[in-house]
């Protein structure tokens, strides 16, 4: 059951559907989604995405700004190259019909976030990914040239390993042919592919308490580990320092930074303002001290929660620019005209992935990686808000006209097995996945959150041993299940975090250890 294509896209948020649009211009895609097109990190971006649009903003207060908020240890090459393609690629997302608010002047109104020395956020309310979203999956079932496949999960790539041959003995380059993908009749396709491009979002989902929708289980980053592509930075996990406190709730709803750019502020549940005791910029400092800071509040005084204060903030500008806060804070009987907003921090977005270069270009031979999944080097030690939408469109467009220039040299390969079932018969148990998972999130919440220490990451790295060796073996004699490859793959990117977490023997932005 093989099926060929020039371009296989693995994603439907933005950094899949921006490249997906690029290569339909030249050859078919096949653009993979692992429930609807629209159900993606992007669809739940709040703030916006970071351009230089006018003056007094310059690409080099941007630079400066992404360099501060990444520790100087991003790659300044790929921070210019974003920051100076910025504009284009916002304009361009508008010719895809995405509608940024704009003044009644004509320009756009833009906003301001956690360590940005400027506005420059282009945002659609508080609903920009939704906007984003929108415009691009319109765009997208528009085009002739892509096949949209809804509900199929894509479970590992196709390298000269699926060949029948030990990775080890691999002279040459890796290459990728492909992918093999379980679709929504149980069936398990080759989808053999000239290019293939990773757009699998983040991972957040290794934690309790997340801002990620469920489908961001690292399945990206664990098949690229998997089929022996570099990854790094993983240890840099952002957690948001705002998302609604509110314990039933999976994901937890956010309440964007662009409040604070407006003027809210944080204070402890006795009303004492704190931020000013850990930065100068006070709420608006990078998210990684305002994110420490809180956890340092609420450990200090036993709360569950700290709150943001939105009074400073007018009744007109809350209800047009937070419409969609103000009406779930309402639901939950906050109104936030009057009253203030409990939050608490949440695991948020995954600064590390898989190591491209300047053309999105992964260490295996035909394989793009872009969005959340990737690691370019933009983000250092911790992301600049707002600039991982830009990061997406920016590199999917680079990728895309890399792999325009050379897929007509590339063949697709026809010696690649299909997938392998036998000796699989159980049908997996549920309560041992869910269960697991529960471990696993336990772990990662209570040893590798954001204050880490030696010996709560050798704890963690034991613990996971554990569920790891498990889990393998449930897999091996299992009937393949979309539940059993998330579990798998949750289980590889945190066992990446912790341990390059072990390897990192200093404190340094989103990585902070009492012992260093
Ligand atoms: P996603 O948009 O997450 O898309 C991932 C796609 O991959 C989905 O289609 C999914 O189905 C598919 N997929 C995953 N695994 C598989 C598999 N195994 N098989 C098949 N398909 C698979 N960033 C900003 O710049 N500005 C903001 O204002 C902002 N606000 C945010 C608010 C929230 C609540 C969250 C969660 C994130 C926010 N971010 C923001 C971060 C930003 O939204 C994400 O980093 C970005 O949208 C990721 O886009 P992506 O295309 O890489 O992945
Ligand atoms: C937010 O709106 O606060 C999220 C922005 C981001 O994650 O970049």
Not at 403 to 415: D, P, T
């Amino acid at each position: 059951m093989s099926v060929k294509t020039d371009f296989l896209v693995i994603g439907s948020g933005i950094a899949g559907m921006v490249y997906a649009l690029k290569v339909a211009e030249h050859g078919n895609v096949i653009l993979i989604s692992k429930t609807v097109l629209e159900e993606t990190s992007t669809k739940y971006a709040q703030g916006g995405i970071a351009a230089v649009m006018y003056s007094p903003d310059t690409y080099e207060k941007h630079i400066s700004d992404t360099l501060k908020a990444g520790a100087q240890i991003n790659d300044e090459e790929i921070v210019r190259i974003t920051i100076t393609e910025s504009t284009e690629r916002v304009k361009e997302l508008i010719e895809w019909g995405t509608k940024f608010d704009k003044e009644s002047s004509g320009r756009y109104n833009l906003a301001r976030e956690g360590g940005h020395s400027e506005f420059r956020i282009l945002h659609h309310k508080d609903n920009t990914g939704f906007e984003i979203q929108r415009a691009l999956t319109e765009t997208v079932k528009a085009h002739s040239n892509i096949s949209v496949w809804e509900n199929c999960f894509t479970i590992d790539l196709l390298t000269q390993h699926q060949k029948g041959v030990n990775l080890k003995e691999i002279k040459g380059e890796i290459e990728c042919y492909g992918a093999y993908v379980l679709n929504d009749k149980n069936e398990i396709k080759t989808v053999l592919a000239r290019k293939t491009m990773i757009a699998t979002g983040g991972m957040g989902n290794i934690y309790q308490t997340t801002t990620n929708p469920i489908i961001a289980t690292g399945d990206g980053i664990a098949m690229a580990y998997r089929a022996k592509a570099e990854v790094e930075n993983l240890e840099f996990v952002q957690f948001h320092p705002t998302s609604l406190y509110n314990p039933r709730e999976t994901p937890s709803f956010l309440i964007t930074e662009a409040m604070r750019g407006a003027g809210a502020i944080l204070r402890t549940r006795k009303g004492e303002k704190f931020m000013h005791k850990y930065h100068e910029l006070g709420s608006l400092a990078p998210r990684d001290i305002v994110a420490r800071a809180i956890d340092n509040e609420m450990k200090l005084s036993g709360d569950e929660y700290v709150y943001l204060d939105p009074s400073k903030i007018s009744e007109t500008e809350l209800l047009n620019h937070f419409p969609s806060i103000y009406a779930k804070c309402l639901k939950l009987g906050i109104d936030i005209t009057k009253d203030m907003i409990p939050v608490v921090p949440a695991a948020h977005y995954a600064c590390g992935g898989i190591k491209t270069d300047k053309y999105g270009r992964s260490s295996i031979k035909n394989l793009y990686a872009s969005g959340e999944v990737a690691s370019t080097g933009l983000h250092g030690a911790n992301r600049l808000a707002s600039n991982s939408l830009l990061e997406a469109a920016v590199f999917s467009h680079r990728s895309a006209m890399n792999a325009i220039s050379s897929f007509k040299e590339v063949e697709h390969e026809l010696n690649i097995p299909e997938w392998d079932a036998e000796g699989t018969v159980l049908n997996e148990e549920m309560i041992l996945i869910t269960q697991s998972k529960k471990e696993l999130q336990s772990i990662m919440t209570n040893y590798v959150g954001i204050v880490r220490s030696n010996i709560r990451l050798k704890r963690a790295y034991d613990r996971l041993a554990i569920i790891y060796q498990e889990t393998e073996d449930l897999y091996d004699k299992s009937i393949l299940s979309e539940e059993i490859c998330e579990l798998r793959n949750l289980i590889n990117v945190a066992y990446l975090v912790i341990k390059l977490a072990m390897r990192r023997k200093e404190s340094i932005g989103l990585h902070y250890s009492i012992d260093y």
